[in-house]
């Protein structure tokens, strides 16, 4: 369009010529305006779209070895095996060695002792709410961000996955299916769980809910840049899946145990390949940036050597590399125990297929998908990029990464930590007072201790762990607080699993145990022991002073067993209550003003008023302001 002919000059124009074409210069002003607008809207549209969308799938406790790729003839991944041939495969990759530390890890970008979290239980593994996470990160870009699964960073506010950065959120309590924090009764099979906070109903396998979850949002949110994060329970124990998965490798001949452990991983495996069918179905596949890992070591280690001996005679499975070859499983400092697969896929990236060796961790992932993301990562990182690893031949510096074993209150120096460099590994047995050096270029089994060969390697390395100690052990190891009374949780369930002060992890109730004690493979319950534990106490801000209802339960409220004690005692800051407990009662509530500020509370239930008298700990509390 020629806008000279609108360009009135001439002052023999009329008065009316005049408005006219001002009239006329007005209306194509504003066109000119609104498509600049318009134009500016459909470029900050494509600038999102060219964002890619991020799938973060884990799974929990699957080894690095739990795998049809990595030498395991017995067991059917072909979906993990396919994405991994499609990906770039991180084969020196690190997590801690067990669940609430590698998560927050990954979703910080620190170390999880920096992070906060060095324990599954004890209230050790609530994230402190000063990190930035992942999420949040992503948020401030225009991203979506929902989890399906397994949190395990907090079940009460502030620390829930919805305080923490995600848009909708649908988990189980605690670290696993039918845990102490979890819905009451939870066996996998339709359950109850956790949508955006309430409990909702369904009738499918557990694996299948997380899936099914993060589909309807992908789904729904094909057309903006989102990240989900799918995290699974499978293959946690105690080991359960459909029965025909299990009747396969039955079939095959494999020991009960391994054929529930594997059945939970190859239904894992078939919806994997059904969300990837799922991004092409929605034609977002390409501009999906997928990644896949594990959280740890194997938790599947009660297999004899005997016993997979005699597995490796039949012919079908003598090359089987039990475990990768690697020593040591969940929970230990030797590479079985945090050696895990990393996958990433991305076909808008232009990524090549390959393998890289170099050392990474979990805490590398969140400056990677910022940087993909494009935006800046938070300068108090301790991972870095791994975009200039997917994206050409470049290397990573040579670097000195710890991993830890802490599983206790107060984290000691003392305890288990192995300091990796791509060639070597110092293990330190902490109390044992032992250390190793092994070669990983000579012996990856981790069989022969050189540390007799090499003392300037031990010296420098030991140097390392002493620096990284000092790092991490800087500001203390303070205890973090739920927060109750707040108009963003009342009221609070408290439960057993976020006692403090426990001294040791035997002291704290974690799994209730909803089967009967020979149903459920290598996991303690405590329903029917109830009377071996000991009260403990909750650390908690009241968010505002007023008056609040403290209701007491040794099994969660829903559950209704009767206490069968006549005394209920509620310890606020070393105050005492007593009220008596009606007949066949499952509880007992008090009516209590709270000031604002911190608080330690503890109950429990006895047959006198001192509660000396047979004390029966209250695993669970509900604290509500009125």
């Given amino acids: 369009m020629d806008l000279n002919m609108y360009n009135c000059n001439s002052s023999n124009h009329s008065y009316r010529q005049k408005s006219v074409s001002a009239l006329w210069l007005f209306v194509i002003t504003l066109f000119c305006v609104s498509a600049c607008a318009d134009n500016g809207s459909q470029i900050q549209s494509q600038t999102e779209q060219q964002k890619p969308n991020i799938i973060l799938v884990m799974t929990d406790d699957q080894g690095y070895g739990d795998m049809a790729r990595n030498e395991n003839p017995a067991i059917q991944t072909p979906n993990m095996s396919q994405l991994a041939e499609q990906s770039v495969r991180f084969t020196n990759f690190h997590m801690d060695p067990t669940c609430s530390p590698s998560r927050s890890a990954l979703l910080t970008g620190k170390y999880s002792m920096k992070a906060g979290v060095w324990h599954t239980i004890m209230g050790r593994s609530l994230l402190p709410t000063e990190n930035q996470t992942l999420p949040e990160k992503l948020k401030e870009a225009g991203y979506t961000t929902a989890m399906f699964g397994k949190w395990h960073l907090g079940d009460n506010y502030p620390f829930r996955p919805e305080d923490q950065g995600f848009d909708e959120s649908l988990i189980f309590g605690g670290g696993g299916v039918g845990q102490t924090p979890d819905y009451w009764g939870n066996k996998q099979f339709d359950d109850t769980y956790f949508h955006n906070g309430k409990p909702i109903v369904f009738d499918e396998y557990s694996t299948k809910v ?14 903006k840049p989102f990240f ?25 001949g494999l020991p009960e145990k391994m054929a529930l452990y594997y059945a939970m991983i190859t239904y894992l495996d078939d919806e994997l390949g059904r969300l990837r069918e799922t991004l092409k179905e929605q034609g977002i596949e390409e501009n999906t940036l997928l990644i896949f890992t594990t959280d740890n070591g194997s938790g599947f280690k009660s297999m004899t050597m005997d016993e997979i001996a005699k597995l490796k005679e039949r012919p079908e499975f003598a090359n089987w590399n039990y475990n990768a070859g690697m020593r040591g499983y969940k929970a230990s400092v030797y590479d079985g125990g945090h050696r895990d697969p990393l996958y990433i896929s991305w076909p808008a990236g232009h990524l090549k297929s390959k393998d890289v060796n170099q050392l990474t961790a979990h805490f590398d992932l969140m400056p990677t998908l910022l940087d993909v993301a494009g935006i800046d990562a938070p300068a108090d990182l301790d991972g870095t990029s791994l975009l200039p690893v997917l994206k050409s031949e470049q290397t990573l510096q040579d670097r000195h990464l710890v991993v830890t074993n802490q599983r206790v209150d107060i984290p000691s120096k003392d305890r288990p ?27 990856p089994g981790q069989q022969q201790d050189v540390k007799q060969a090499h003392p300037d390697v031990v010296a420098q390395l030991q140097q390392d762990y002493d620096k990284w100690w000092n790092e991490v052990s800087a500001k203390g190891f303070p205890r973090q607080r739920i ?9 609070s369930r408290l439960t057993a699993m976020d006692w403090m002060e426990a001294q040791s992890t035997d002291d704290v109730p974690w799994f209730p145990g909803f089967q009967r004690p020979q149903d459920e493979y290598h996991v303690p319950s405590w329903l029917g022991r109830e009377e071996q534990y000991g009260e403990l ?31 209920a005692l ?45 004390p029966l700990p209250a695993f669970y509390a509900y604290v509500e302001r009125l």
């Fill in 570 to 614: 509620l310890d606020v800051n070393g105050k005492t209550q007593v009220v008596k407990v009606n007949k066949n009662a499952n509880g007992a509530d008090f009516n209590i003003h709270l000031e604002a500020g911190d608080l330690r509370l503890k109950g429990w239930f006895a047959d006198d008023q001192n509660g000396d008298l047979k």
């Fill in 537 to 567: 106490p909750w650390y908690l801000t009241v968010a505002k002073a007023g008056d609040y209802k403290i209701s007491l339960y040794v099994h969660d409220k829903i559950a209704s067993y009767p206490v069968k004690r006549v005394y």
């Fill in 228 to 252: 989900a994060y799918i995290s699974t329970n499978a293959p946690h124990s105690p080991h359960r899946a459909p029965d025909n998965y299990v009747q396969h490798y039955r079939d095959q």
């Fill in 417 to 443: 930590a192995v300091v990796m460099t791509n060639r070597w590994r110092y293990v330190l047995h902490g109390e044992e007072n032992k250390t190793e050096l092994f070669d990983m270029q000579a012996d």
């Fill in 483 to 491: 927060i109750v009374g707040s108009k963003h949780e009342n009221p």
């Fill in 210 to 223: 997380w899936f099914d979850g993060a589909i309807d949002f992908i789904k729904e949110n094909k057309d």
